[in-house]
DNA sequence: TGCCAGAAACCGACCGGTCGGTATGCATCC
DNA sequence: GGATGCATACCGACCGGTCGGTTTCTGGCA
């Protein structure tokens, strides 16, 4: 596994970040992957149920799968690619502490409302995986804690952010709602994403003042 | 911690009343089961892997639960009933917003911190109970949710409050980060939950000041 | 106290079914 | 004629749950 630098390409924040070639069979077997993971879970979800749905046969799907583990990695790669070139995409704007915040928070949060199914499947078995997958998961999943965190003790150095909250707890908080989002969120609900996400990024910026 | 006290649990929406006796292989079941779900999730674990860990077949363990569902609920019921319990003392004191939100807070973290296990099987896997249970959990849930949005909401009534944000926005940061606690917490960890606790509530406090 | 009958507690081999994964055949295209 | 892109048939492992039977407990009666 290719390991994701810093890059500045993508700097389009929540569209398509993965450069991977897909042919159609492929798209369409992670299409089906994805909405039954969703829908049932990992266990509950059947290889037999995922290449009905996506009109292949299971050949086709070994063919361009190693495993029932290989779907739910390629779920889960695609997902925390694009929200660490969103968050890279802010930093390298190079906007005072207050705004980078705000932004990052408002666009991740969108992120994950416009990817519900993604990231749900994400928080919801991300630790069935194998260990070498695992592996390269987590070590995604926690350079974008710490880049987070990095953000909110750079605002707290230079006085941007006056809290006396350590920078790590603040991450805890702010992240943890957004992992938590997809367990309720509807896109048909009451509030619009935008709002809930300009709501959320206010609240934590009045904690950090 | 001990079991729920036959304390006066307030009305309890479509769950029993009673105070759960339990045998010394009950609680080797349930025990088994918890340490089973929390390591391997749900599906992941067998009920004849359970029944191991316990020390007991599986005729006794049929004897006594209906399913493996059964046994799933029982590990939620007993973590929300704990909950709320918790959340009721709270509001029984009388205390003014701002010590009433802290108390909760701080309560509901270390209460969680204490009851890991439970508490990632539930935040994992309370989707996976049939629909009479999982209307029954839901319905305990929004109790909390509800209950701790009305506490906010009458702090920003009352002039306790200053911020803008909704409350239900608050409740959905707040309690968010209490549910994503179970995935990354550590009783063996660099920070005692105690600290966390106090770290956490102070920075909601300032948000909603 | 001794005895016994019925109920509760428990046993574990076994069942039908599903699961992820494989082996192999066969067009099509370079 | 090999590599690619599938289709089809099939496998062994294991799963949750059942069921007929056995052991242990309990209370009433002599």
Redesign the pocket.
């Known amino acids: 596994m290719t390991e994701t630098q810093p890059t500045a390409a993508a700097a389009e924040p929540g569209g398509d970040a993965a450069p991977v070639r897909r ?1 159609p ?2 798209r369409r077997i992670l299409a089906a992957a994805l909405r039954l993971f969703a829908e049932r879970g990992f ?1 509950g ?5 995922i290449v009905e749905a996506a009109d ?5 799907l ?3 799968f ?4 290989a779907l739910l990695y390629e779920i889960y790669h695609s997902l925390i690619a694009r929200q660490l070139a969103d968050l890279d995409a802010v930093l390298a704007e190079g906007l005072p502490p207050r705004e980078a915040v705000r932004k990052v928070l408002t666009g991740l949060i969108l992120s994950t409302a416009e990817h519900v199914d993604e990231a749900k499947v994400f928080s919801r078995e991300w630790h069935r995986l194998d260990d070498a997958r695992m592996h390269a998961v987590r070590a995604d999943r926690r350079r974008y804690h710490n880049t987070f965190r990095a953000l909110v003790e750079q605002g707290r150095r230079d006085g941007s952010f006056t809290t006396p909250t350590p920078a790590d707890t603040v991450a805890i908080v702010a992240l943890g709602m957004v992992n938590q989002l997809p367990r309720w969120y509807r896109a048909d609900g009451p509030k619009p994403a935008a709002d809930l996400a300009a709501e959320v990024a206010d609240f934590i910026l009045a904690a950090l003042d």
Do not use: C, L, M
């Open positions: 042919s069979v492929e266990d979800a059947s290889v037999q149920g292949v046969t299971k050949g086709a070994y063919h361009y190693d495993s029932k583990d």
